[in-house]
């Protein structure tokens, strides 16, 4: 495809520096509404209004989900296939809780995202600790009408976050690189 002198990016040369202006290749991509009254936001939020019925339904099935991951952990133990079904169950929850109106079950699925993805010998990583994290995350969804429920699940995500980095800490004691991008600030706020 032959780049037209639009496709160019801009340069404005000075005595110190230069400032170089990418093409705005969005504004082709981009058509003005047809429909002076559309509000596209309007209809996503209507839209997902609509979907809002069925959310129960879909965290029930990411918890059940994460709960035969769990399963497969205690009857066939850590492998590439087990860990990699526990950590997608509960990386898919993590990003999903707050979508389908559960933001309070997202901590204790981090958690456990966490603690599966930084053990480096999986076959360490302590299932006494799982069962702590899927019952925490099954508890949650839950109990989640309960007026006192974020109060709970805010202290039991917390004392579980603690002891995973506690674990984590200590499993990861001879890989500093690895402890600072463990528990060093995040970029994302």
Same mark, same amino acid.
């Given at each position: 495809?032959?780049?037209?002198?639009?496709?160019?990016?801009? +340069?404005?040369?000075?005595?110190? $520096?230069?400032?170089? %202006?990418?093409? *705005?290749?969005? !504004?082709?991509? +981009?058509?003005?509404? /047809?429909?002076?009254?559309?509000?596209?936001?309007?209809r996503?939020?209507?839209? /997902?209004?609509? /979907?809002?019925t069925e959310f129960?339904?879909?965290m029930?099935?990411?918890?059940d989900?994460?709960? %035969?991951?769990?399963?497969?952990?205690k009857?066939?133990g850590?492998n590439?296939? %087990? $860990?990699d079904?526990?950590?997608?169950?509960?990386h898919?929850?993590?990003g999903?809780?707050?979508?389908?109106?559960?933001p309070?079950?997202?901590g204790?699925?981090d958690s456990?995202?966490?603690?599966?993805? *930084?053990?480096?010998?999986m076959?360490?990583?302590?299932?006494?600790?799982v069962?702590? *994290?899927?019952?925490?995350?099954?508890?949650?969804f839950?109990?989640?009408s309960?007026?006192?429920?974020?109060?709970?699940a805010?202290?039991?995500? !917390? !004392? /579980?976050?603690? +002891?995973?980095?506690?674990?984590l800490?200590v499993?990861? @004691?001879?890989?500093p690189?690895l402890?600072? @991008?463990?528990?060093?600030p %995040?970029?994302v706020?």
């Amino acid at each position: 495809m032959a780049r037209s002198p639009d496709d160019a990016p801009a +340069v404005a040369t000075f005595a110190d $520096h230069e400032v170089i %202006t990418p093409p *705005h290749a969005l !504004r082709k991509a +981009v058509a003005p509404a /047809l429909d002076p009254n559309d509000d596209p936001v309007g209809r996503a939020e209507q839209a /997902l209004a609509q /979907l809002s019925t069925e959310f129960a339904g879909w965290m029930q099935s990411e918890c059940d989900r994460l709960e %035969t991951a769990r399963q497969n952990v205690k009857r066939d133990g850590f492998n590439k296939n %087990t $860990h990699d079904e526990l950590f997608r169950a509960a990386h898919d929850i993590r990003g999903e809780a707050a979508t389908f109106g559960y933001p309070a079950v997202g901590g204790a699925a981090d958690s456990l995202c966490r603690l599966v993805e *930084h053990t480096p010998e999986m076959a360490r990583i302590p299932l006494m600790l799982v069962d702590q *994290h899927v019952d925490a995350v099954r508890a949650i969804f839950r109990d989640y009408s309960r007026v006192d429920l974020p109060a709970i699940a805010t202290a039991l995500t !917390r !004392r /579980l976050r603690e +002891v995973t980095d506690e674990f984590l800490r200590v499993e990861n @004691s001879d890989r500093p690189d690895l402890l600072e @991008s463990i528990f060093g600030p %995040t970029l994302v706020p």
